[in-house]
């Protein structure tokens, strides 16, 4: 059975291009991180493997290997890691994009009858972190495909993708699901206490994936705290610790463009809630947790403070995806961020 939750218009649309065998050659999934690509993309690879009497059926062996990444015919390769496969599984160390050598890899693997199952199935998550050569390679693939082989594309920013690449790909678009949804099913299916079960679903942005991955790891609520306590940490300090961070920042940012994003969108979302208080509506505020915090941080600043950082934020997020040296941005970010001397309280 599908795994993925809240995308039954794309659920649907699989189902009858399965039974009617009008599966595409590539599919593009697009959506937020953590909001179920991945978890759809190796079900689809299930469905098309399967051995059961209704795909996926989950419990036949070609879906069990695929689930334990051990199928032959199921390759899976990102950002962070070399490809993923039974016949392939050495480790690289991190790396900022997806390069071409990966991409010929692929290509060679694609050429090559199924081994074990009934179709070859190319899993490439942050697909838009393709370098140019590697992304005209996949094109080229993507104009010829070979006889049972299905591409999934998964890219949380689809704008940095190829043109030519979209357009030969069946565009699936996961959509965040409804922070009532998301809340109903972290506390009866997964029996989350209700204060934490609110929690995770003001954090989450109607990304299920993200709110199960905190409730299953303590560390990354714990992340999240400790970059809170960061951020409040600059903001009574001088140009010189504020300059540090830019370019503690900035390393993590090249090494780590996830990483990075992350505390990226953690401001944006904090100072979003401090223009929100500053306006009235507390009860909108993301990060619940510190709601006695984000009231005193807003009453130390000016509406127009918050909302001219906010812009800032808004503004270096999107300078950093088109590739602007991120030590300079961030540096310009931090003369320009607001201090006040504060105490953290949650």
């Known amino acids: 059975m599908w795994q993925v939750i809240g995308q039954d218009r794309i659920l649907s649309l699989l189902d009858y291009s399965l039974k009617t065998n009008t599966i595409a050659h590539a599919y593009l999934l697009v959506g937020p991180r953590h909001v179920g690509k991945g978890t759809l993309a190796f079900n689809l690879a299930q469905a098309l493997n399967c051995d059961g009497p209704e795909v996926p059926c989950g419990q036949c062996r070609s879906c069990q290997r695929i689930l334990e990444s051990k199928h032959a015919d199921v390759i899976s390769i990102s950002v962070d890691s070399r490809i993923e496969s039974a016949v392939t599984s050495n480790s690289l160390e991190h790396k900022t994009e997806i390069g071409i050598k990966d991409m010929l890899e692929l290509q060679r693997m694609a050429n090559l009858p199924p081994y074990e199952g009934k179709c070859k ?200 995806s088109k590739n602007v040296n991120p030590r300079l941005a961030l540096e310009w970010l931090m003369l320009n961020l607001p201090g006040k001397e504060l105490s953290i309280k949650s």
């Open 121 to 320: 199935v190319f899993i490439i998550d942050d697909a838009e972190y393709l370098s140019t050569e590697a992304a005209n390679s996949l094109l080229k693939i993507l104009e010829e495909p070979p006889q049972m082989v299905v591409w999934l594309l998964l890219a949380a920013e689809e704008e940095h993708l190829l043109p030519t690449i979209i357009s030969r790909c069946q565009r699936l678009e996961l959509k965040p699901v409804p922070s009532e949804r998301v809340q109903e099913i972290l506390i009866s299916s997964y029996e989350v206490d209700a204060n934490k079960a609110k929690l995770l679903t003001h954090l989450c942005h109607g990304r299920l994936g993200w709110a199960l991955s905190a409730l299953a790891n303590d560390d990354i609520l714990e992340q999240r705290s400790q970059r809170i306590v960061k951020l409040f940490s600059l903001l009574p300090a001088g140009l010189e610790q504020r300059f540090a961070y830019a370019q503690e920042l900035a390393s993590q940012l090249s090494q780590n463009r996830r990483a990075g994003a992350e505390i990226i969108e953690i401001w944006l979302d904090w100072w979003r809630d401090l223009m929100l208080i500053k306006g009235g509506c507390r009860e909108a505020i993301i990060n619940v947790d510190y709601d006695r915090t984000l009231e005193e941080q807003a009453r130390g600043l000016s509406l127009s403070e918050i909302e001219g950082f906010l812009a800032n934020l808004c503004l270096l997020q999107e300078e950093i």
